[in-house]
């Protein structure tokens, strides 16, 4: 079955420096990986995907993920945080059988000024 | 704008009141959804359908209702026999690409 985790429950990280959120995910085909930005009392916005091609996957708001297929991870970076990244990110992978994504439980990521 | 529309923001439901969220899309996708989103929580999928006509449960499809009878439209009917119904419901649909579009949100609260 297809799944999704994300180790840290919050990441804390000061304003300029970079920030990494991590995601691991276990599937039985080719993997299909999303992340996706919660503000406070809002839906979830989505933010990049990987299906296929370039391990390095450029998305909104100036932040990109690394697909590594030997250690199944897919870690959403910035190369410079802002105070206004603080928010929940959420990383999903598509099921092969239903299509549904399936999401892990998040992390908080707090950047301070 | 194109995108998806919930309603009301808001909610309170008495005790033993089924109630209906709204949710509207105007993006042409088939597929829509409703998760479920516990404070502090992940989400957990309620209901989901790939096509007018047609829905399929989630993984916590117990005292929620569906209808799909228009691709614009997928209301979720939370019924009394839902026992924790408060929480902040989030519906969605997904392009043929799989990427997924959410909605503003409703907060359901049980009075």
């Known amino acids: 079955a297809q799944s999704v985790a994300q180790p840290e429950d919050q990441v804390n990280v000061a304003e300029g420096n970079p920030l990494t959120v991590k995601c691991t995910y276990s599937?039985?085909?080719?993997?299909?990986l999303f992340w996706y930005v919660q503000y406070p009392n809002r839906g979830l916005q989505f933010l990049l995907k990987?299906?296929?091609?370039?391990?390095l996957v450029k998305g909104s708001y100036g932040f990109e993920a690394e697909f590594n297929k030997s250690q199944t991870s897919f870690h959403l970076k910035k190369p410079s945080a802002l105070v206004s990244d603080s928010a929940l990110y959420f990383c999903?992978?598509?099921?092969?059988?239903?299509?549904?994504?399936?999401f892990g439980s998040g992390t908080r990521l707090l950047v301070r000024p | 704008d194109g995108g998806i529309t919930q309603s009301p923001k808001y909610l309170f439901r008495k005790e033993g009141q089924n109630v209906t969220l709204s949710c509207e899309q105007n993006l042409n996708h088939d597929a829509m959804y409703w998760y479920r989103q516990d404070p502090g929580q992940g989400l957990r999928l309620i209901y989901y359908?790939?096509?007018?006509?047609?829905?399929q449960k989630g993984d916590i499809a117990e005292g929620y209702s569906v209808s799909r009878e228009k691709k614009e439209s997928f209301p979720l009917t939370v019924t009394s026999a839902q026992k924790n119904p408060t929480a902040f419901y989030l519906c969605?649909?997904?392009?043929?690409?799989?990427?997924?579009?959410f909605g503003e949100g409703s907060w359901l609260t049980v009075v």
């Open positions: 969605a649909s997904s392009d043929p690409g799989n990427t997924i579009y």
């Open positions: 990987y299906i296929t091609g370039d391990n």
């Open positions: 999903a992978v598509r099921d092969d059988s239903s299509y549904k994504l399936i």
């Open positions: 599937v039985s085909g080719n993997p299909y």
């Open positions: 359908s790939q096509i007018v006509n047609d829905f």
